[in-house]
């Protein structure tokens, strides 16, 4: 392995500031862990949508708590608006409008996709001494991650992945058959809402650090590998998600210093790279396969 | 508006008697169901232990409807259901073209889906009771060659055997089906039909079906549910009685009733 970046930078200079990078790895790890494994829910449920329009709601969050202190003069910290919107569009996911106002849950999802990216965008203009901090939000160029993103990071990680370890089967029988699981008298609406809150959250917390960009990757393209690799292992499904998320997240970082990159376009270019090499890795098993089939 | 029960008016001597001993799960008691109208009269209807009571009716007839209002994924616009205990246990095998195909689950992991009830999911792995319990529903549903295999692989008849064989390891004592054969060919369809009978006589289940294979549900059923929600009817009794009804003959004509071998 060639220790030289294109940049100049080598593995030695790496390890010689690791204490300043390993926060952001250490969060960029646990984010795609949790997030990889979040999103085989959001592919096979079909919510891609969801957690494009959360994560656009997140940014809103973080933006809308620079301009509430910069022009109202009412200070808090970014974090918590990037977790309130996400909950807020969570909510709104979570009712179904259909039966009283006659639409579907995609024309609320559109909603708050649409209104969440503008008034990110219309709100940032107003606020243009934080351009920097909008454009870290939105697109992950941050480098550094503050103490207290890091924590909120790993706490709420933590949290989603012990309750997703311990209710793993009632979560998984209620996502994929709800009419089966409801008449075996399990708490379907409130299994699904445990998914789409757990999303909401980690969303807000991970958008906050590692900006609106990568965390859409992470909740979409690690577990768009997996799905092509582990057929028939549902667990092996969703641990390989997220072990893709967590070497997205790690390896985007790692590429970002190397080359001097972007680290969220860096992180998300690594997350879709993992697509094609699961295609690879796909037609290999197939290939074994055949051999095993032919020799028998 | 009529809900006609012609059970209670011409059942055999013998028939009322294997009524009287079977005892009754749940009552619908003038159900009325529908999205936010009614679409069918109202309902008085009871759901026994030992019979095999298929629901038939053309497209949107209302079976859907109240075979989700029966098992409470829908409320009922009035009237209500009655089950005989709260923790009545219930299996619901739904359409095989209801789950997702890309799911990535073995046939094995979606029966032991089965043995989940109530808030039992709150442990991470499944007990040896439960997994014992999945491989004997696995061989009696004839399901066992293929029960390692992904569910997407499976032909729609293994898929159904699958389903079946979840339905088995609930150790339900209500089984309720939604079209299990939709997609079988005739020879596959009788034997679900025959394996849903023995189901009903010999494990003393109720098990009721929503079929829209006339012939082979008269064969087997020991009862039928005829819902036409244009015409506002509901018909309910043994296969004969049904299938002779002026209304129902008016809709369908001479219904050929498929006799089969016994065995299978």
Same mark, same amino acid.
């Given at each position: 392995m060639d220790p030289t970046g294109a940049g100049g930078m080598t593995w030695k200079d790496f390890f010689d500031a690791f204490d300043l990078f390993k926060d952001p790895i250490y969060c960029a790890a646990a984010a795609g862990f949790v997030l990889g494994f979040l999103g085989v829910y959001v592919l096979l449920r079909r919510m891609v949508f969801v957690s494009a329009a959360v994560t656009q709601s997140a940014g809103l969050g973080v933006a809308l708590a620079f301009y509430s202190a910069i022009h109202l003069g009412f200070a808090f910290d970014p974090i918590y608006g990037a977790i309130g919107l996400s909950l807020i569009t969570t909510t709104l996911l979570l009712a179904d409008p259909q039966p009283r106002l006659g639409i579907t849950r995609e024309s609320v999802l559109g909603l708050a996709f649409a209104l969440s990216g503008g008034a990110a965008v219309v709100v940032g203009a107003k606020i243009a001494q934080e351009a920097n901090q909008i454009s870290a939000i939105l697109?992950?160029?941050?480098?550094l991650v503050r103490a207290e993103d890091l924590r909120a990071v790993l706490i709420v990680g933590a949290l989603v992945t012990v309750i997703h370890f311990w209710a793993f089967r009632g979560l998984a029988f209620a996502t994929f058959d709800p009419g089966a699981a409801r008449v075996q008298r399990l708490p379907v609406t409130a299994l699904s809402a445990v998914i789409l809150l757990s999303i909401g959250l980690m969303v807000g917390v991970s958008a906050r650090a590692l900006g609106a960009l990568p965390v859409f990757a992470f909740s979409t393209l690690p577990a768009t590998a997996a799905l092509l690799v582990s057929r028939r292992r549902m667990r092996l499904t969703f641990l390989l998600a997220a072990l893709g998320g967590a070497v997205a997240g790690v390896g985007g970082y790692l590429l970002a210093f190397f080359k001097e990159l972007p680290v969220g376009a860096s992180q998300t270019v690594v997350a879709a790279l993992l697509v094609p090499v699961a295609l690879g890795a796909r037609g290999m098993i197939s290939l074994f396969r055949l051999g095993l089939r032919a020799r028998a | 508006m009529t809900m006609v029960s012609l059970a209670s008016t011409a059942a055999t001597t013998t028939e009322r008697a294997a009524d009287t001993s079977a005892s009754a799960l749940i009552t619908c008691e003038q159900l009325v169901v529908g999205?936010?109208?009614? +679409?069918?009269?109202p309902i008085d209807l009871t759901i026994r232990r030992g019979r095999l009571l298929a629901v038939i009716g053309r497209n949107g007839s209302g079976k859907t409807t109240w075979f989700k209002t029966l098992i409470g994924l829908r409320k009922p616009l009035s009237g209500r259901v009655v089950k005989a205990r709260p923790d009545l246990r219930i299996a619901y095998v739904p359409q095989v073209?209801?789950?997702?195909? +890309?799911?990535?689950?073995?046939a094995r992991e979606l029966v032991l889906?089965?043995? +989940?009830?109530?808030?039992?999911?709150?442990?991470p792995f499944s007990s040896r009771v439960d997994r014992e319990a999945c491989t004997r529903a696995l061989a009696e549903a004839e399901a066992t060659a293929f029960?390692?295999?992904?569910?997407?692989?499976?032909?729609e008849g293994q898929k159904q055997r699958v389903l079946f064989a979840r339905m088995l390891a609930t150790d339900g004592e209500l089984a309720l089906l939604d079209e299990?054969?939709?997609?079988?060919d005739p020879v596959a369809e009788r034997d679900a039909y025959r394996r849903l009978a023995r189901l009903a006589h010999e494990k003393h289940l109720a098990v009721v079906v929503i079929s829209h294979s006339l012939g082979v549900a008269a064969r087997f059923a020991d009862e039928l549910l005829w819902l036409d929600s244009e015409g506002q009817k509901v018909r309910h009794g043994t296969p004969d009685e049904v299938l002779a009804d002026e209304d129902f003959r008016e809709q369908y004509g001479d219904v050929h009733v498929a006799h089969a071998p016994e065995a299978s």
């Open positions: 697109f992950g160029t941050a480098v | 999205w936010n109208r009614p +679409i069918l009269p073209a209801q789950l997702d195909p +890309i799911l990535p689950v073995r889906w089965g043995r +989940i009830n109530g808030w039992g999911f709150l442990r029960a390692d295999k992904p569910y997407a692989e499976l032909s299990p054969t939709a997609a079988m």
